[in-house]
């Protein structure tokens, strides 16, 4: 199994950090740090929650904030993994009060891991100057500071603080994904996209006001699309498949939905199958995809959708699908004993529900 993210936030990182502040700040006592760090509630933290106790201890061995974000500044560039988002944290916790300061800091900060998280309490508090910032931002030379300037914004951005506001308006995010539309960088295009699916959720209106103008301009445009209505499509939303050409009434048949077996236990996996026949005697652009009926220890059922594929069927065509899913527990998902179920997905459309136990 991969290691822990929890775990890079160790002792060899708290001693890395200390050493780099007594080079710039010598009245640093790195002992002292590393014993405030490593106490005797450090293995049973969080990842997160290691990260803010590492941000809070900083300010408590650093000078006022002001001086402590020139120091964090000079050392910044020694750390350029995910760990050095703790830098981007201390802001948060620390810097509230001094807005530009802090977005200078952010700004560089997040060349090395992400300021995403860190950003959203700025933003709140100082929309205007936050956004301002943050279109300026999204117009930079450095792709990581231009991903910032949408990820940072994104209504739903997971894990993170929310901005209700924007959930109700997304209009002030549009002109920085308007500069954003046609990146260079696939790292940015992909936060385009995931900012145009969280506006779709509570917003699909303007999702797709958006996507209509973005069609067909670009194929990086076209991508960021696809992807950014994959919510909408999912659902079977008739503007969203109509501008990829999907029919949302479809005259296709599928076939029993076969499962391997009726009982699985949590940690097996799955295996199904079907098939699906245009009945049309015109070819047809299929969406396929299943959803799953999850059992939730609340004993209410949640559904997650997933792809399978896209084709365009000849008339009467038929195709075989086999699919396999795995019941082993995720960090992002815990499975619950009880009935789920499976039905096939087609433009939206349901067909061949099926019911298993999972045990």
């Given amino acids: 199994m991969p290691e822990p993210l929890k775990n890079y936030f160790n002792i060899e990182f708290v001693a890395k950090v200390a050493e780099a502040f007594t080079t710039v700040y010598p009245q640093f006592d790195a002992a002292a740090f590393r014993k405030a760090v490593i106490n005797k509630n450090w293995e049973e933290r969080a990842l997160k929650d290691r990260m803010r ?36 944290d201390f802001v948060e916790v620390h810097g509230l009060e001094h807005p530009d300061q802090s977005l200078k800091a952010l700004e560089l900060f997040t060349k090395y891991s992400s300021s995403e998280f860190a950003i959203r309490p700025f933003i709140i508090r100082y929309e ?25 914004c994104r209504p739903r951005l997971p894990w993170a603080m929310a901005l209700p506001k924007y959930k109700n308006d997304p209009s002030p995010i549009l002109d920085i994904l308007e500069n954003l539309k046609d990146d260079e960088s696939e790292y940015v295009r992909k936060s385009v996209a995931n900012n145009i699916n969280d506006i779709a959720k509570d917003n699909p209106a303007v999702a797709l006001k958006l996507s209509k103008s973005w069609y067909g301009k670009s194929k990086n445009t076209d991508w960021i699309i696809k992807h950014g209505l994959r919510t ?23 076939s029993t939905l076969l499962l391997s077996d009726e009982r699985i236990k949590i940690g097996g996996d799955l295996k199904f199958s079907f098939d699906v026949t245009n009945k049309d005697q015109e070819s047809s652009f299929y969406k396929i995809g299943y959803v799953v009926g999850y059992m939730k220890s609340s004993d209410k059922v949640s559904e997650k959708i997933f792809h399978v594929s896209e084709k365009d ?30 039905y096939v997905v087609i433009n939206g459309n349901k067909f061949s529900r099926n019911e298993f136990q999972l045990q």
């Fill in 232 to 254: 909408l499509l999912k659902k079977g939303n008739e503007e969203a498949l109509k501008i990829f050409g999907f029919k949302e009434k479809v005259n296709a048949k599928v």
């Fill in 313 to 342: 069927f000849g008339p009467g065509e038929m195709v075989s699908f086999k699919k396999k899913l795995s019941f082993k527990d995720l960090t992002t998902r815990k499975h619950y004993p009880g009935a789920h179920y499976i």
């Fill in 53 to 88: 106790h590492i941000s809070v201890c900083l300010g408590d061995f650093m000078p006022e904030y002001t001086k402590a974000v020139k120091l964090l500044m000079q050392v910044a560039h020694q750390f350029r993994d995910f760990t050095s988002m703790v830098f981007a």
């Fill in 128 to 152: 205007e100057k936050s956004m301002d910032r943050m279109l300026a931002w999204s117009k930079d030379e450095n792709h990581h500071v231009r991903r910032l300037s949408s990820e940072g």
